[in-house]
């Protein structure tokens, strides 16, 4: 059983009182025998004890600094309010090195402690690169679910004006409400300390309901189109890499490099209705697509800085779309399709950061902010006429909970801070060790 950490610091007192009677008992010792006088024997006698004094002046300093050390962080945790973070490998160090210098557990001067695992601490996952790497042998099975809402309003004006203010034509006034579900299975592999790889599979439901009136026909009827689309979203294929040890008070820098594929059913493989119910205005798709429809490769660098009682975190991202060459749209004119040429997306950069905090020995908390700025679109070599570059600000909250089990639930909340950001984002995440 753990003793407290006061009983400690007077059990090492003790000891440091024992060890200093010792060694001044030895000095004086010393002192009255005069080398010059007594047999060779004598003498080896009293080199044997001058080596002794000296290691354990060397124990006894060593014993001082580990109760200074304990001390300390005995007041760092009754300011806290908690107990040892789990998950805190520097923190388990500094323990592993008072009970070293324990009489309790006698060990020759001058070892090394035992090296401890040099992974990043655990906190709540509230973006999608997880915080600590997979322990070199180990296989996670995550199983996740993502709920998305969003909404936005759109108001065409279809006419000319006279004079300032004053409309000829038709008002179309437009709703859309988008629901997305993805249902995804990760699979990650430590290959070693500080290397692993991930797979993710993802399974995505999508509905989209468009409400829309003409305000100025006479018409006081909403026209409503309902399309939705399920199936395979895009396969994704990740590696990690931890770039230095880290430490208390040190930041550990882990690089990755993710790869999206196109598994899913894209934008121009779905059908488009050239025109809206009424016979105007621009299209909408009659299924909504499951992937992107593009390859991307994203390097990326994460941070985090263990700083009790929080652990600070953050990184920066690139996502690069590869381009597509003789792209067709499925349409539901006479022709069928409509050929586009060849279409680059716009390229992605990222960054996010945040904070993570540990509530007790169970839970922790994470709060952070995301960012993404989204390029423009170019057909041909020149910019989509309807391109714009779109900024995605998302404030995230996140809870972690470890189960009698040894299980971990892991809830997080998005809250979209900008117009073309989802307005909420709900993930659950359970991660399993094999």
């Not at 939705?228 to 882990?254: A, S, V």
């Not at 309807?386 to 909250?397: D, E, F, K, P, Y």
């Not at 971990?408 to 989802?422: E, H, K, V, Y």
């Amino acid at each position: 059983m753990t003793k407290p950490a006061h009983s400690n610091i007077n059990h090492l007192g003790g000891g440091l009182a024992g060890v200093a009677l010792l060694v001044c008992g030895t000095a004086a010792l010393a002192a009255d025998s005069d080398p010059a006088a007594e047999s060779p024997g004598l003498q080896r006698q009293l080199d044997e004890q001058a080596e002794q004094i000296r290691l354990l002046r060397e124990n006894l300093l060593r014993q001082s600094l580990a109760i200074t050390e304990l001390r300390r962080m005995v007041q760092i945790d009754r300011i806290s309010g908690r107990g040892s973070a789990p998950g805190d490998a520097a923190r388990a160090a500094r323990y592993d090195l008072v009970a070293q210098a324990s009489p309790e557990q006698q060990q020759p001067v001058g070892q090394a402690p035992e090296r401890r695992d040099e992974r990043p601490p655990e906190v709540a996952p509230i973006f999608e690169q997880p915080g600590v790497l997979t322990p070199p042998g180990t296989w996670i099975l995550e199983p996740s679910f993502q709920y998305s809402y969003s909404s936005s309003n759109r108001i065409a004006l279809v006419g000319y004006t006279v004079i300032p203010a004053i409309l000829i034509g038709l008002i179309d006034v437009r709703e859309v409400k988008s629901n997305s579900f993805v249902a995804a299975l990760t699979v990650r592999r430590g290959i070693t300390n500080r290397f692993e790889l991930e797979a993710k599979v993802p399974y995505v439901y999508r509905t989209d309901t468009s409400v829309s009136r003409e305000i100025a026909d006479g018409s006081a009827v909403d026209r409503v189109f309902d399309s939705d689309g399920k199936g395979l979203g895009d396969i994704e294929i990740t590696g990690r890499y931890q770039l230095n040890d880290g430490g208390f008070d040190k930041p550990y820098y882990i690089a990755s490099l993710r790869l999206k594929t196109r598994t899913g059913k894209d934008p121009f493989e779905v059908e488009t209705n050239r025109t809206l119910p009424g016979g105007r205005g621009t299209g909408l798709m009659t299924e909504q697509p499951t992937g992107s429809g593009f390859y991307t490769l994203t390097p990326g660098l994460t941070v985090l800085l263990p700083s009790d009682p929080v652990v600070f975190f953050g990184g920066i991202s690139y996502q690069y779309s590869f381009k597509r060459s003789n792209v067709s749209r499925k349409t539901d004119s006479e022709e069928g399709s409509e050929f586009l040429g060849d279409v680059q997306p716009g390229g992605a950069f990222g960054f996010n950061f945040g904070m993570g905090l540990a509530l007790n020995e169970r839970s922790s908390f994470s709060i952070g902010y995301d960012h993404l700025s989204v390029g423009k679109v170019k057909i041909n070599g020149s910019t989509a006429p309807t391109s714009v570059r779109v900024q995605l600000g998302t404030l995230l909250l996140g809870y972690s909970y470890r189960m009698r089990d040894g299980q971990t639930l892991n809830l997080s909340l998005g809250a979209g801070l900008t117009r073309d950001t989802p307005d909420l984002q709900l993930t659950l995440r359970m991660p399993l060790t094999l």
